[in-house]
């Protein structure tokens, strides 16, 4: 006889035979045992499948354990009974599919040396340019994710101290997350300009940089193919390991970085959150590095950490992903200043005056004079005196 001892998150159906041929088997179970724990199923001992489902609400247990224990009435040598009992363990996963996209606002930043801004700052235009970056994290499902804690690490400050992206504003999301409140936004307390026309150089629109992360999600491989937007992903290891590289993976690495905790919950299919974060860089920290070309990365540091039926997500690993935004002097375009109105004028009437007296001196010198064709008909072809005599019209010489 089999038996066979059931976690309480799966449901007896039936026995089925292995191939046509095979003989009936039976199986024969007390029902309250089989609605409470350690419920045992009895079958009669032959080649044959037991189909199970999964319960309408599972435990919180990570693994489905089953206990098979076989005996005979036969006599059995004791070098053998080690093969008569026999535990399975199956894990319990729920399929999700987190991802994550992001992008830079502008993606390169024209930066000119010779532009020297303001000691004193009153204003976030007189800092430098506005950077904003925008992450978009989504489940692909099928499942649903209950809840997902995301990190956004953001450069604020150099190791010297000194401002890098200097935060503006708190995080704004939109969907079905949240931020915890960030400390040190504006600590120089400037002033925020209002929000300029979409032809303004640095203000951009959120719908736009959605449609711009909706085209990214549909592509495929994207993030291998880009060079500003790299993806990384945490590999399958045991627990400790994962737990480690979470940590490193958390550090803030050539800066003192502000750690943005946020946090999506209830994300069904296809569904997503956008996170978006603005800033200004600080020009007076790129002219004390002295470097021609800067890459300034933001870092978003997501992982799953609760899921339905409450089965452990640490299977999940995390997944990680840089936006990058390129500052590069060389694309600087030249300034263009504005010529002051009177010199306009005044180049106008030096050209007229000008060009009055070269008219005036070709008039002095005949040079708009010209004969007329009736002055010609009037005028003898020929002398008209002759020796005393006077030629008219149509006479010859002889």
Same mark, same amino acid.
């Given at each position: 006889?089999?038996?066979? =001892?059931?976690?309480?998150?799966?449901?007896?159906?039936?026995?089925?035979?292995?191939?046509?041929?095979?003989?009936?088997?039976?199986?024969?179970? =007390?029902?309250?045992?089989?609605?409470?724990?350690?419920?045992?199923?009895?079958?009669?001992?032959?080649?044959?499948?037991?189909?199970?489902?999964?319960?309408?609400?599972? !435990?919180? !247990?990570?693994?489905?354990?089953?206990?098979?224990? &076989? =005996?005979?009435?036969?006599?059995?040598?004791?070098?053998?009974?080690?093969?008569?009992?026999?535990?399975? $363990?199956?894990?319990?996963?729920?399929?999700?599919?987190?991802?994550?996209?992001?992008? !830079?606002?502008?993606?390169?930043?024209?930066?000119?040396?010779?532009?020297?801004?303001?000691?004193?700052?009153?204003?976030? !235009?007189?800092?430098?340019?506005?950077?904003?970056?925008?992450?978009?994290?989504?489940?692909?499902?099928?499942?649903? &994710? $209950?809840?997902?804690?995301?990190?956004? %690490?953001?450069?604020?400050?150099?190791?010297?101290?000194?401002?890098?992206?200097?935060?503006?504003?708190?995080?704004?999301?939109?969907?079905?997350?949240?931020?915890?409140?960030?400390?040190?936004?504006?600590?120089?307390?400037?002033?925020?300009?209002?929000?300029?026309?979409?032809?303004?150089?640095?203000?951009?629109?959120?719908?736009?940089?959605?449609?711009?992360?909706?085209?990214?999600?549909?592509?495929?491989?994207?993030?291998?193919?880009?060079?500003?937007?790299?993806?990384?992903?945490?590999?399958?290891?045991?627990?400790?390991?994962?737990?480690?590289?979470?940590?490193?993976?958390? *550090?803030?690495?050539?800066?003192?970085?502000?750690?943005?905790?946020?946090?999506?919950?209830?994300?069904?299919?296809?569904?997503?959150?956008?996170?978006?974060?603005?800033?200004?860089?600080?020009?007076?920290?790129?002219?004390?590095?002295?470097?021609?070309?800067?890459?300034?990365?933001?870092?978003? &540091?997501?992982?799953?950490?609760?899921?339905?039926?409450?089965?452990?997500?640490?299977?999940?690993?995390?997944?990680?992903?840089?936006?990058?935004?390129?500052? =590069?002097?060389?694309?600087?375009?030249?300034?263009?200043?504005?010529?002051?109105? @009177?010199?306009?004028?005044? *180049?106008?009437?030096?050209?007229?005056?000008?060009?009055? %007296?070269?008219?005036?001196?070709? @008039?002095?010198?005949?040079?708009?004079?010209?004969?007329?064709?009736?002055?010609?008909?009037?005028?003898?072809?020929?002398?008209?005196?002759?020796?005393?005599?006077?030629?008219?019209?149509?006479?010859?010489?002889?």
């Amino acid at each position: 006889m089999l038996y066979a =001892n059931l976690p309480i998150d799966v449901d007896y159906v039936n026995i089925g035979k292995v191939r046509p041929m095979d003989i009936p088997v039976s199986c024969t179970g =007390n029902e309250d045992d089989l609605i409470n724990e350690g419920r045992q199923l009895i079958c009669d001992v032959v080649e044959f499948k037991i189909l199970l489902a999964p319960s309408k609400y599972l !435990s919180a !247990s990570h693994d489905l354990e089953f206990l098979f224990e &076989v =005996n005979s009435t036969n006599a059995e040598r004791n070098s053998t009974l080690g093969d008569n009992d026999a535990k399975i $363990r199956l894990p319990v996963r729920v399929e999700v599919n987190i991802t994550i996209h992001g992008i !830079s606002e502008p993606q390169i930043i024209a930066y000119n040396k010779t532009d020297i801004p303001p000691v004193d700052k009153s204003t976030e !235009s007189e800092a430098g340019p506005e950077v904003i970056h925008v992450y978009a994290v989504g489940n692909r499902g099928p499942s649903m &994710v $209950r809840e997902a804690e995301v990190d956004i %690490l953001w450069p604020t400050y150099t190791l010297q101290e000194r401002p890098l992206l200097y935060l503006m504003d708190q995080p704004e999301v939109q969907g079905k997350g949240k931020c915890e409140e960030v400390d040190g936004v504006n600590p120089k307390n400037l002033k925020k300009e209002l929000k300029k026309p979409r032809s303004s150089g640095y203000t951009i629109n959120i719908a736009d940089l959605q449609e711009k992360l909706q085209l990214k999600d549909e592509e495929d491989s994207t993030d291998e193919e880009m060079p500003f937007f790299r993806e990384k992903r945490s590999l399958p290891r045991n627990l400790t390991d994962k737990n480690s590289a979470f940590q490193d993976e958390m *550090s803030c690495g050539p800066t003192l970085c502000t750690k943005i905790r946020c946090s999506v919950f209830n994300l069904t299919k296809d569904e997503q959150v956008i996170f978006t974060i603005r800033s200004r860089l600080w020009k007076n920290t790129l002219d004390e590095l002295g470097l021609d070309d800067v890459h300034i990365s933001s870092k978003l &540091v997501s992982r799953v950490t609760s899921l339905p039926h409450d089965v452990d997500p640490s299977y999940l690993g995390y997944k990680a992903l840089f936006v990058t935004t390129k500052v =590069n002097p060389e694309s600087a375009a030249p300034q263009l200043h504005m010529v002051p109105w @009177w010199i306009l004028i005044l *180049s106008v009437s030096v050209g007229l005056l000008i060009l009055g %007296l070269l008219a005036l001196v070709l @008039w002095q010198l005949g040079f708009f004079r010209r004969r007329r064709v009736e002055d010609q008909m009037q005028e003898p072809l020929h002398h008209p005196h002759r020796n005393g005599y006077l030629l008219g019209r149509g006479d010859e010489y002889l």
